[in-house]
């Protein structure tokens, strides 16, 4: 009986708390579907009193969210696409052969990583418009997979360096050389590390908005995260617009989470075990 | 004889091991590339932060004015001393918060996968976007107002974001909300590799709940406790986003950060130097922890 009570008494503490954690998202996907008259009688706090979808319309063409997601994917995609590789290559390198001041060079990676981006921002946009790579998607993805290499560099080489030597010392006695074993031996068995870092790298790179507005400055160029400060701006006080705008620049990071979310998780934990 | 052999072997091609061309390409490629974008960049902004520059002509070297200015200052005082209270607000917050519902959460039952999401959903999401669902929140006659009606404190009701008392803390409560749920993560991967067996000795021994936490636990989780220090401290610094979206550091500078206050200075003042002056002060500060996780870093490698 006791202990019945008390596994009720936590399941509704943690119901409120996941309540509490899950609401401001519920309400906001339910203000997305409410009309500008219905707002504006009743208060943006009231209870629905009305259904559309015209929102999502206003937010997605309009408001320039299908551009501004396209951008996006256009950014993200690619940055995590090259960073991976980028990361994977020096990672093999430096964690299979004795290059020469090898460990030198993967704290420095790592550094850099830890640096506060604002140390780089001036520099980095003033280099961006020294090459005409400013207001570009070009310039955003070689900002991101920049900074992030050092990162990536150095999980994939702690992942790579617990390998086993015998699968790499076999595949050079059947005689393949350095790329083949890169290629064929060792990224397939980091596979699960890749997925972790993709994963996690999306949502970062996606949801940047810092690097974002330090190289690109046309509305028609800006990823989903400052154009959705930008719509804030256009549609002043239709919340319910806003609100869609919200909800769409949050689908595709909820989308990939649920889709890796094994991966997602030992991502984030990859750092915190060690 | 043959285990001589192999250990000369391995000797001689350790001292004597040239990396073919390829190797040299896969790390030198992303180390130029790194380079270009962070360490270069990052040596150009000290050097800036000694010049005065708007960006169009030549930047003027001037010394250490722009380091002398930032201490006669008040806005930049009034950052770092938000970005002190940031600091200790949102990451003794969070990590009080993350650890209680990591504890809370820890032992696999019905539910817990549920409770666990729901906290965690909120982590994927972009700053802006969670700046955006709580600016509806704290709108006149928003949800805030309505709770604060509906159990009779209306009179506290005020404009949350546009009152210099309040600004501050309407902005670290929103970031509270995603970052607790990380913290938890990071929390509940070091809880499962603590040792079940020391915890039954200790119950055992008599030890109660409370004491098995707190000299059990806690102490087994020290090297996740220094990841999330360092985690803490450079994602304060480094906090941005959720202010700008919000307040951009408003009104008065009273939510002003750093990090905010770098930006605007050289963005939208102009003031190349003085926002590169501000940006090492950051710069500064940031470091004892980077050679703190380096150093952590260095010695896992070895």
């Known amino acids: 009986m006791m202990s019945r009570l008390r596994t009720g008494g936590y399941h509704a503490a943690m119901t409120m708390v996941s309540l509490l954690w899950l609401g401001p998202i519920i309400w906001v996907v339910v203000l997305s579907t409410r009309t500008f008259d219905d707002i504006a009688a009743n208060g943006v706090g009231s209870l629905p009193h009305s259904f559309t979808l015209d929102t999502y319309r206003q937010a997605w063409t309009d408001g320039g969210q299908l551009q501004a997601l396209i951008n996006s994917l256009l950014v993200t995609v690619p940055a995590v696409l090259l960073s991976l590789g980028l990361g994977a290559m020096g990672a093999f390198a430096l964690s299979r052969y004795r290059i020469p001041g090898r460990r030198t060079i993967l704290l420095l990676m790592l550094a850099g990583n830890l640096l506060p981006p604002q140390i780089v921002l001036i520099p980095v946009s003033k280099f961006s418009e020294l090459t005409g790579l400013y207001d570009t998607l070009w310039a955003l993805i070689a900002v991101q997979v920049g900074f992030g290499l050092g990162f990536y560099t150095f999980v994939l080489h702690g992942f790579m360096r617990d390998l086993p030597n015998e699968i790499q010392e076999a595949a050079t006695i059947d005689g393949a050389g350095v790329g083949q074993i890169f290629t064929r031996v060792i990224l397939p068995l980091t596979r699960p590390a890749l997925a972790a870092l993709g994963a996690l790298s999306f949502t970062w790179i996606f949801n940047d908005l810092l690097w974002a507005i330090t190289v690109v400055r046309t509305e028609a160029t800006m990823p989903v995260t400052p154009a959705l400060l930008g719509l804030q701006g256009q549609f002043v006080s239709s919340w319910s617009v806003i609100a869609a705008g919200t909800v769409i620049a949050a689908v595709p990071t909820v989308a990939v989470f649920l889709a890796f979310q094994r991966h997602f998780i030992s991502g984030l934990a990859i750092g915190a075990v060690k | ?302």
């Open chain 2, 1 to 302: 004889m043959t285990a001589v052999s192999s250990t000369n072997s391995t000797a001689r091609r350790r001292r004597s091991f040239r990396p073919s061309p390829l190797l040299l390409t896969f790390v030198l490629v992303p180390f130029v590339v790194e380079s270009i974008w962070v360490f270069w960049p990052a040596i150009q902004g000290v050097f800036f932060s000694f010049t005065r520059w708007d960006g169009l002509s030549a930047p003027a070297p001037v010394g250490f004015d722009n380091y002398v200015e930032l201490a006669g200052d008040p806005v930049f005082r009034g950052a770092l001393g938000n970005t002190v209270l940031w600091l200790l607000l949102f990451g003794g917050l969070s990590v009080i918060g993350g650890f209680g519902m990591a504890l809370a959460l820890q032992r696999e039952r019905r539910g817990v996968g549920i409770y666990r999401a729901a906290l965690f959903l909120p982590v994927v999401f972009s700053l802006v976007v969670t700046a955006l669902v709580w600016r509806v929140f704290y709108q006149p006659d928003g949800l805030v107002d309505q709770v604060l009606t509906a159990v009779g404190l209306e009179h506290l009701i005020r404009p949350w974001l546009a009152d210099p008392e309040t600004a501050f803390y309407a902005v670290i409560i929103p970031s509270l909300w995603r970052q607790i749920g990380y913290i938890m993560v990071l929390y509940l991967a070091g809880l499962k590799a603590v040792d079940p067996a020391v915890h039954e000795a200790a119950k055992v021994d008599g030890a109660n709940s409370w004491q098995r936490l707190w000299h059990v636990t806690v102490p087994q989780l020290k090297g996740v406790n220094a990841v999330i220090l360092s985690v803490i401290v450079i994602d304060s610094l480094r906090s941005f986003d959720i202010v700008w979206s919000l307040t951009r550091g408003g009104p008065y500078h009273s939510s002003e950060l750093l990090s905010t206050y770098m930006y605007s200075a050289a963005f939208q003042s102009l003031r190349l130097g003085y926002g590169s002056a501000i940006a090492v002060v950051i710069f500064l500060l940031a470091l004892v922890v980077i050679i703190g996780y380096l150093v952590r870093a260095f010695r896992e490698e070895s």
